[in-house]
């Protein structure tokens, strides 16, 4: 099983935890990873609501590396994965558009044909390694550990450009990886709601009030931890815990995972190779819970 490997932007930089880790459960996975180290930013949505056309080519961009590679695209990011999907959708979707975008890509050689497919590590877990394959990797069921799925805004909307209505089975994945490790998942109102990220910079104080529901929400049903298939996310419900918990009277207290970090540990990886040392939120007590060393 072979992929055109995106690692996005966050796994490398603000969530640098993550690459590794993801490298890290590929290699347990039988995954071969081709990265596609030229590619560029997908604009993460930000860019596409100033030029949209200009996020689209560089997203053409990187599919037509994938596609001479003949290689389908992984993902380790929702937000990613998200984008990567519209700008898909609309490229294949009209035949104009996408002859006008090739333009762009001339000078470099490139032209994309229309036929990558893009899916986050989640999807490929459960749908092509499937629940039966993943099974016997679990040496480290994480027996006695609740929690709770994140998943965000971008990799469950737009459902039109997600493929949702032909896997429906996609909204409810991180439940079913959550039990395949041995976990118990804990549901809460918020897991498929925004994590604040996206105005942070222009609204702290709702996207603090964001962070401080969601966390507080699933401790309250019995979480031990949460878990999300996007960085963007990781980044805001760790990163910005503390400062939420004392704005609003909470507590800091919930160990934010990556969707890798949680397969790892399941797979027997130590706490170190999957970075968990690295999180503003201590894991420590997580780790203790399934008697886990760091």
């Known amino acids: 099983m072979k992929y055109a490997f995106f690692p996005g932007c966050v796994s490398r930089g603000g969530c640098s935890e993550l690459y590794p880790s993801a490298v890290a459960v590929a290699e347990k996975l039988g995954i071969e990873l081709d990265e596609l180290t030229s590619a560029s930013c997908t604009g993460a949505g930000v860019l596409q609501e ?8 560089l997203n053409a961009r990187t599919f037509a590396m994938a596609e001479q590679k003949g290689l389908p695209i992984m993902t380790i990011c929702s937000t990613c994965q998200g984008v990567m999907s519209q700008a898909n959708h609309r490229l294949t979707h009209d035949p104009s558009y996408l002859a006008e975008v090739n333009q762009e890509l001339k000078p470099e050689g490139l032209e994309y044909r229309g036929t990558v497919t893009i899916k986050h590590l989640l999807w490929i877990l459960m749908e092509e390694i499937g629940a039966d394959n993943l099974r016997p990797l679990i040496t480290r069921p994480l027996t006695g550990m609740r929690v709770a799925p994140f998943y965000g805004c971008y990799i469950l909307r737009p459902s039109w450009a997600l493929g949702l209505e032909e896997a429906p089975e996609r909204e409810t994945s991180l439940e079913r990886v959550i039990e ?18 996206p105005i942070l910079t222009i609204n702290e104080k709702n996207s603090l009030a964001m962070v401080a529901r969601h966390t507080g929400d699933a401790r ?19 990163g910005y815990q503390p400062k939420a918990a004392s704005t609003h009277g909470s507590k800091p207290d919930m160990p934010i995972l990556h969707l890798p970090q949680l397969l790892g540990l399941a797979m027997g990886l130590s706490p170190r190779v999957l970075g968990l040392q690295r999180h503003i939120v201590s894991a420590s007590r997580l780790l203790d819970k399934v008697k886990v060393r760091a």
């Not at 100033?50 to 080519?57: E, F, Y």
């Not at 395949?180 to 990220?197: I, Q, R, T, Y």
């Open 50 to 57: 100033k030029d949209q056309r200009l996020g689209d080519t």
């Open 180 to 197: 395949l490790v041995g976990a118990e998942p804990v549901d809460f109102p918020g897991k498929s709601l925004c994590c604040g990220f």
């Open 220 to 238: 309250e049903r019995g979480a031990d931890a949460m878990v999300t298939p996007c960085p963007l996310c990781h980044l805001n419900l760790d």
